[in-house]
């Protein structure tokens, strides 16, 4: 090859290989081992970390070459890379057209934007039953429900939140040591996996951005407290997991981990308001679902996304995951109809909920109208905690199946969402009764 050729090469090396890595991380890569095999012994990696079952992370200097080491060892299952979301808007901030509706409940939540929780009414055409709910509903004792909120953080300090945060009993705050060892300093109300020292998440998830805190204030803003306004499930606790950057490219290993964190840490309930297009297929982050689906029997809520595309066939990751305990959402308007900008998909999306002009607490005490899946996949998991704290024998898999047989049908929904209608905390609540007797 002659000096020029080869010059032309390198050019052309220097172009390719960036944009084939230009989706996922380049210093590890995940490597998920057949049944009862270990990890094969090379050079070519520099350390390696299991994180359940068969499945490790795998870390090298040159990942092409140990990439096909390990696809070609037979006692491998699979490789693939630890990919990152695209960066992309975390909402959709429009104006929202009120319209007055019917509710058969008439309970007033004494919250200053209550009158504007329209997700709260109960009417043929919009809302979830939430007030009907409470009032046909109103058990004397509920447990407490662990939601972890895997997303930019939660402002813990905001009023409307700071006494609805999980707390980890066995960490005492700001005194710099693991004293539960479990691997985390100071993770008093969750995890920060965006800041790492030494490796490892460090212990404060407060929100860099405000989509986070937007997401908990809808699942358990306080109710009745004169502050901002109220959450749709009255006894969740939010377990705050920082793993999706401001930019929303979050990294399969960091939701993975989030996911661990949260199952091993008693949340029955996880809520994605995030996704991503590109993960050559990759069942990481898929496996690990089961993981903690089939360990601690935790139901994992997502957002659809947001690009107005049939997910059946254009998949978006973790909404078009096959798993039995993963939950999907679609967003509606005020109106009874499908967002405009909503993802849908009878097979992977499996009902609807509000998520146009949702208010909602953000940092430094504040509340702001915000719009997408983003929002329609919280109320879903704020009805979800609601149910669970008031039947907490029921299982994901029981309580998934409960919500989705009890939505209000509707014909805009056929062929869209696999229940064909939308959530209804009322009906589901009756659901469960019925189911636990």
């Known amino acids: 090859m002659t000096a020029s050729r080869l010059m032309k090469l390198i050019i052309l090396l220097t172009l390719i290989i960036p944009q084939a890595f230009a989706s996922y991380v380049t210093e590890n890569f995940f490597v998920k081992l057949k049944k ?18 068969e499945l490790h992370i795998v870390y090298a200097d040159n990942q092409i ?46 919250d200053p934007y209550y009158s504007r929780l329209w997700a709260f009414k109960s009417s043929v055409v ?8 409470y009032v046909n509903f109103p058990r004397a004792h509920k447990d407490k429900i662990i939601v972890a909120v895997v997303d930019t953080g939660v402002d813990y300090n905001h009023p409307d939140l700071k006494n ?13 040591i693991d004293d539960d060892l479990n691997g985390y300093i100071d993770d008093v109300h969750g995890i920060n996996l ?42 969740a606790r939010i377990m705050a997991i920082r793993a999706v950057p401001n930019s929303g490219d979050e990294t399969d290993l960091d939701v993975i981990e989030a996911f661990l964190y949260a199952g091993k840490n008693g949340a029955k309930i996880i809520n994605c308001s995030f996704g991503k297009y590109k993960n050559e297929k990759g069942m990481a982050v898929s496996d690990a679902i089961k993981h903690i689906g089939d360990k601690y029997d935790t139901l994992v809520i997502a957002a659809a996304g947001n690009e107005n595309n049939n997910i059946d066939k254009v998949s978006v990751y973790p909404a078009s995951y096959p798993n039995s305990n993963l939950l999907v959402v679609a967003a509606t308007t005020n109106r009874g109809r499908k967002a405009y900008f909503s993802n849908y998909g009878p097979k992977n999306v499996d009902l609807a909920a509000p998520g146009v002009g949702i208010y909602s607490t953000t940092p430094g005490s504040r509340v702001k109208s915000l719009s997408g899946t983003s929002m329609s996949s919280p109320n879903t ?17 029981e309580l998934k199946k409960i919500m989705m047989d009890s939505v209000t049908k509707s014909a805009r929904f056929k062929g869209k969402v696999g229940a064909a209608g939308m959530l209804n905390l009322n009906k589901a609540l009756k659901a469960a009764d019925d189911f636990t007797k």
């Open 36 to 53: 009862g095999k270990s990890l094969p012994e090379t050079d070519l990696i520099s350390k390696s970390k299991n994180l359940f079952g």
């Open 65 to 110: 070459v140990a990439r096909d080491f390990f696809k070609s060892h037979p006692d491998v299952a699979y490789v693939e890379g630890n990919h990152k979301g695209e960066r992309q808007n975390l909402v959709i901030e429009e104006p929202l057209e009120f319209i007055d509706a019917p509710q058969t409940g008439m309970l007033s939540f004494k």
């Open 126 to 133: 919009m809302g979830m039953g939430v007030d009907d709910a």
């Open 164 to 176: 609805q945060m999980w707390v980890n009993k066995n960490e005492i705050a700001g005194n710099g």
């Open 194 to 235: 965006l800041i790492k020292k030494g490796g490892k998440a460090t212990g404060n998830p407060m929100d860099g951005h405000m989509h986070g805190t937007h997401v908990a204030g809808t699942i358990a803003a306080a109710q009745n407290n004169g502050v901002a306004i109220a959450g749709v499930s009255s006894h």
């Open 381 to 397: 998991a704020g009805v979800a905690a609601e149910i669970l704290s008031q039947y907490p024998e029921l299982k994901a898999l």
